[in-house]
């Protein structure tokens, strides 16, 4: 799980050194950001590695959406807290920031649905939260289109 004390500290160093830079050229401002962006999103993916087999029941598969949910939710919180070159901010806010909130959120609540649903025994309705978090996500693929064009690697599922 990435929401612990890591990644914050880690996105504060790195935001530090992008904020020291803003008095650098543009283009330096923004690969340095990029460098920056994408080592939290290769750490999240990393992390997410770690697990060498796949869930083997139900409750598994709820689990891995619930560790899925929080760690796109610690990803995306270190992430904002990088300040992006003054020139791109509008830019990577409306089609960055904005989709990947919209698909942290919608995580966090079929992931609630799951496991409110585990609970009360509904498995079949579990499993239809697992399968719709799976399914290709408008969310997604906005910003992963925009983080692709923009130059980011890891954040672009590279």
């Known amino acids: ?38 080592a939290v999103c290769e750490k999240a993916s990393r992390q997410s590695d770690l697990r060498e087999e796949p869930p083997a029941n139900l409750r598994e598969e709820v689990d891995e959406l619930r560790r899925a949910s929080e760690s796109m939710t610690g990803t995306i919180a270190a992430i904002e807290t990088i300040a992006p070159p003054d020139a791109d901010v509008p830019r990577v806010r409306d089609r960055f920031f904005v989709p990947a909130r919209a698909l942290a ?54």
């Open 1 to 38: 799980m990435i929401v612990g004390g890591v990644v914050p500290a880690l996105a504060f160093v790195l935001w530090a050194t992008v904020s020291v830079a803003e008095g650098e050229p543009y283009e330096d401002v923004k690969r340095q950001y990029i460098a920056a962006v994408d």
């Open 105 to 158: 959120a919608s995580l966090r609540e079929l992931s609630g649905r799951a496991e409110a649903a585990m609970r009360a025994g509904r498995e079949g309705e579990a499993k239809r939260a697992v399968e719709q978090s799976l399914e290709p996500d408008e969310n997604e693929k906005a910003l992963r289109s925009f983080a692709a064009g923009y130059g980011f690697r890891a954040c672009a599922g590279e």
